[in-house]
T-cell receptor, first 116, second 109 residues
Framework: DTGVSQDPRHKITKRGQNVTFRCDPI?????LYWYRQTLGQGPEFLTY????????KSRLLSDRFSAERPKGSFSTLEIQRTEQGDSAMYLC??????????????FGPGTRLTVL | ELKVEQNPLFLSMQEGKNYTIYCNYS?????LYWYRQDPGKSLESLFV?????AVKQEGRLMASLDTKARLSTLHITAAVHDLSATYFC?????????FGTGTRLKVLA
């Protein structure tokens, strides 16, 4: 069990560019979440996967954001035509099971995005 | 819409003192979570509270849940500097997790 990993850890991009982040959950964790966290705020839910199915997506997520989880393993989050307001920490978390009694989320280290 | 509020937002306390952080949420939920986040780091799970009246303790931290009042508390006993961090509560709604804005705790020597 090596924990949840995310890549890259830091990304600096110019406004208008596309960026893609990767999350590798803990093996056998079938639930995967993406969050966005800005300075001084709590994590904000973006989207949720159960295995390869994207079951929920925040209304806050514009059409510029898309996420995939092919084969129910790693996941990618893509932001197209980045804007300065997209600058934030993007966190990934995974959970084992489908709503069991513990439901503990294990968070990755995050990807810090800076849009210039 | 489920909302989660924490207070205080900032807390500066002396070592050895006790204090309580409060977490209120707006709609029914049967699970409440507490997390810790150190500066520049990710979130670490502290407690999962599953039912009304649940109480969990780990070291100097104790969390409790009152689902009727929609209130959870995180009590800090005899604070030490190592507890300085930001503490978040979160509530689950179907498969979504809604986080509070966090309480930034600073323990002064």
């Amino acid at each position: 069990d090596t924990g949840v990993s995310q890549d890259p850890r830091h990304k600096i991009t110019k406004r208008g560019q596309n960026v893609t982040f990767r999350c590798d959950p803990i093996s056998e964790h079938n639930r995967l979440y993406w969050y966005r966290q800005t300075l001084g705020q709590g994590p904000e839910f973006l989207t949720y996967f159960q295995n390869e199915a994207q079951l929920e997506k925040s209304r806050l997520l514009s059409d510029r954001f898309s996420a995939e989880r092919p084969k129910g393993s790693f996941s990618t989050l893509e932001i197209q035509r980045t804007e300065q307001g997209d600058s934030a920490m993007y966190l990934c978390a995974s959970i084992k099971g489908t709503g069991g009694s513990t439901d503990t989320q294990y968070f990755g280290p995050g990807t810090r995005l800076t849009v210039l | 819409e489920l909302k989660v509020e924490q207070n205080p937002l900032f807390l500066s306390m002396q070592e050895g003192k006790n204090y309580t952080i409060y977490c209120n949420y707006s709609t029914t939920s049967d699970r409440l979570y507490w997390y810790r986040q150190d500066p520049g780091k990710s979130l670490e799970s502290l407690f999962v509270l599953l039912s009304n009246g649940a109480v969990k303790q780990e070291g100097r931290l104790m969390a409790s849940l009152d689902t009727k009042a929609r209130l959870s508390t995180l009590h800090i006993t005899a604070a030490v500097h190592d507890l300085s961090a930001t503490y978040f509560c979160a509530v689950s709604s179907t498969y979504k997790y809604i986080f509070g804005t966090g309480t930034r705790l600073k323990v002064l020597a």
